[in-house]
């Protein structure tokens, strides 16, 4: 059964930094393209970042380009995704997604997360 799993959420101050983690299991990992997504309360769910299968083409959604990257080991079977001077709107739960093709669109996406929440405080 695939899995992937998030981690490295917390509560941090605005400004602040970090690194969020996903594992992948049960799947081979360096045939998928992975992503980002986020969903704020109330907010419907939106695309952050993706990465192509062999980690040479990356894309960010305009909102945090310049402050996170999206990188990963296939070794590891694990994407990450730094995220540099947090603001109040970047609170949110992050999930990673795996899928066929890079993509802003969730609904590409095969294979969720959990979720892990990543709250920024003013």
Known sequence: QVQ??????????????????????????????????????????????????????????????????ISRDNAMNTIYLQMNSLKPEDTAVYYCAAGPLVSAQGNTYHYWGQGTQVTVSS
Not at 14 to 28: F, P, V, Y
Not at 29 to 45: C, I, L, T, V
């Open 4 to 69: 992937l799993v998030e981690s490295g959420g917390g509560l941090v101050q605005a400004g602040s930094s970090l690194r969020l983690s996903c594992a992948a299991s049960a799947l081979t990992f360096s045939n998928y393209d992975m992503g980002w997504f986020r969903q704020a309360p109330g907010k419907e769910r939106e695309f952050v970042a993706w990465i192509s299968r062999s980690g040479s083409y990356t894309n960010y959604a305009d909102s945090v380009k310049g402050r996170f990257t």
